[in-house]
């Protein structure tokens, strides 16, 4: 049976969800295969701000542009795997040293190279930051979404960079066309 990719999807934690990393979250899956799967949370803001996680990495802010564009924007849990490490998901894509493309547009990226040009040039422009990701074994994700854990839905890149984190939630659950408030936490099979 042939695995359905749902990269470029985002996944919607059911209100039954029990583990607290992922308990009412919006996860944007980044690569989906036979091997399994990693997703960065989108709506998880931290108390750290790019700034303070630019002067750890010792990267200065040193374009007027970029300093306003990002020391202010929050630096987000993307989930309990390698939460010692940075991950940037940006768009446009651009050419970085460990990036993975999701779509045209969109890639995630790992290498300090996006830090150091965010630094001094202010680009990529839309970013999203996070320590740590979210991942799945081989058939995790699979029997997870069987158990009703997860909605899914094709993911919209103005939820990520273009809303507030407390809304992207909802926002998702309309691009299915319901009201998160109305989800129940008991789920059935048929």
Known sequence: METVSLANHFLIAMPAMADPNFSRTLTYICEHNED?????????????KLAGLFDRVSIPLEDEQAEA????????????????????????????????????SLALTSSRDILQAMGSTGEPAEVLVSLGYAGWTAGQLEWELSQNAWLTVEADAAIIFDIPAEERLPAAMQLLGVDFANLSEVAGHA
């Open 36 to 48: 399994g799967a990693i997703g960065i949370i989108v709506n998880r803001p931290m108390e750290l």
């Open 69 to 104: 564009r990002f020391s202010g924007l929050p630096v987000y849990f993307g989930g309990p795997v390698q939460t010692d490490r940075g991950f940037v998901l940006h768009r446009p894509a651009g050419q970085w040293q460990s990036s993975l493309n999701v779509s045209d």
